[in-house]
């Protein structure tokens, strides 16, 4: 199983970049990695997935190394809307989402 | 767009009552999952169905059961509710796993339920 593994929380002030780190190391071949955003009193929604280098989205940015065992969320300028909790997905048929990381951004 | 749909956002219920949470997805998938989410904790799964009448058993399926007898509708049942089934509990559904893919689970809004 390609556990992963995420900070449980950050802190950010609005403007600035946010790079949130997670590591899957023994993610298989065939595998993706996949980011989710859950905003209070609603359900996680998929924002991101990637299998290698880099892949951007209008929501974020996914950058994965070449030995995949990490993978890095990127999100520019945040602003106090994108305080959230962030899950990262490292196993294709992953429904175990985890505690996430919960991102706070403050004025 | 995908719509999954939860019969209720908050439910009041006492101890020892049967309660139903119903959940609808009209996107046709063959996935069907229950989450409960509870502070510090995050998402755990409970149930999960991957077609009609197919249940299998999520990571706490202590005290709930669950129905899918048609592809659209996923019920989860507390059989006798107790107080540490107060959480938050959402469903999701997706398509079937093709191999080698990845098809994104789709969440419907939770259902807030405290059992009193």
């Known amino acids: 199983l390609a556990k992963t593994t995420q900070p449980i929380s950050m802190d950010s002030y609005e403007g600035q970049e946010v790079n949130i780190t997670c590591s899957h190391n023994?993610?298989?071949?065939?595998?993706?990695i996949t980011w989710y955003q859950q905003f209070p009193s609603q359900g996680p929604r998929f924002i991101i997935q990637?299998?290698?280098t880099k892949v951007t989205n209008e929501v974020a940015s996914l950058f994965i190394p070449a030995d995949r065992k990490s993978s890095t969320l990127s999100l520019p300028r945040v602003s106090l809307s994108d305080t959230a909790v962030y899950y990262c997905?490292?196993?294709?048929?992953?429904?175990?989402f985890g505690a996430g990381t919960r991102l706070t951004v403050k004025p | 767009d995908v719509k999954v749909t939860q019969s209720s956002r908050y439910l009041v219920k006492r101890t020892g009552e049967k309660v139903f949470l119903e959940c609808v997805q009209d996107?046709?998938?063959?996935?069907m999952f229950w989450y409960r989410q509870d502070p510090g904790l995050g998402l755990r799964l409970i149930y999960f169905?991957?077609?009609?009448?197919?249940?299998e058993k999520g990571d706490i399926p202590e005290g709930y059961s669950v129905s899918r007898e048609k592809k659209e509708r996923f019920s989860l049942i507390l059989e006798s509710a107790s107080t540490n089934q107060t959480s938050m509990y959402l469903c999701?559904?997706?398509?079937?796993?093709?191999?080698?893919?990845?098809?994104?689970?789709?969440f419907g809004p939770g259902t807030r339920l405290t059992v009193l």
């Open positions: 999701a559904s997706s398509l079937q796993l093709l191999a080698g893919s990845y098809n994104e689970q789709f």
């Open positions: 023994n993610i298989a071949t065939n595998d993706y």
């Open positions: 990637g299998y290698k």
């Open positions: 997905l490292g196993q294709n048929n992953d429904m175990r």
């Open positions: 996107m046709d998938h063959e996935n």
């Open positions: 169905s991957y077609d009609v009448k197919m249940k």
